[in-house]
Each structure stands twice: as C-alpha cells, then as structure tokens.
C-alpha cells in the first residue's frame, strides 16, 4: 500500500490550501496522522499531528492557522491551511499510522505535496 498525498500549489499570502493524503488501497483505516514539511536547505519538520490516542498538536509556526482532521469514515487525511505565509513554502509529507481487518497498524510516507506561497 502507499499514501497519496494531493492539494499542494502556488498560492499567494494569506491564502489557503487543503492536503490531503489517503492510502491507495480501500480497506484501511486510518489511526494517527503526521504532517511534516522539509523546506529547501532545511530538516523534514513536524506541523502538525493526530495520534491514536486522539490528541492533536501543532507546531508553534502553525497554530491558528492550520488544522489536521481526518473524514469521518478515518480513510482521508487532512491538513487545512490558512493565511499561508512565504516560510510555509515547502514539500508537505503525510505520514499516517494505517491498518486494516488484515494488518496490525504500520506507518507510512506519502511522496510529498509541494507548496509555494508567494509574497
């Protein structure tokens, strides 16, 4: 199985993207999502995250303006993104923790959506 990440393009300050990210095969759920961003010349760094647990946290950088979610049937993964700023450009990865009736849950990488925000 992979994830499908999607939603990522060329948005102007203070506009708003949506990302999503879901597996490319039906029958799984999703258990806890991770969504990072690895800007140019930078680390991969965590933005925001929905453990199993069910609690929910956001990087400083973000908070206010970005929001995780998930559907409700638990297949699509979401992040929201407000009054985006240029430091937002990035390539945005999904990580979700996935099972199904056959598999006990196992994390995954999506390939990376990018983002450019314009000034």
């Known amino acids: 199985v992979q994830l499908q990440a999607s939603g990522g393009g060329l948005v102007q300050a203070g506009g708003s993207l949506r990302l999503s990210c879901a597996p490319s095969e039906s029958g799984y759920l999703i258990n806890a999502v991770g969504w990072y961003r690895q800007a140019p010349g930078k680390e991969r760094e965590l933005v925001a995250q929905?453990?199993?647990?069910?609690?929910?946290d956001y990087a400083d950088f973000v908070k206010g303006r970005f929001t995780i979610s998930t559907d409700n049937a638990k297949k699509t993964a979401y992040l929201e993104m407000n009054n985006l700023r240029p430091e937002d450009t990035a390539v945005y990865y999904c990580n979700l923790e996935i099972y199904s009736y056959r598999y006990s849950p196992r994390r995954y990488w999506g390939q990376g959506t990018l983002v450019t925000v314009s000034s």
């Open positions: 929905f453990t199993s647990s069910g609690s929910t």
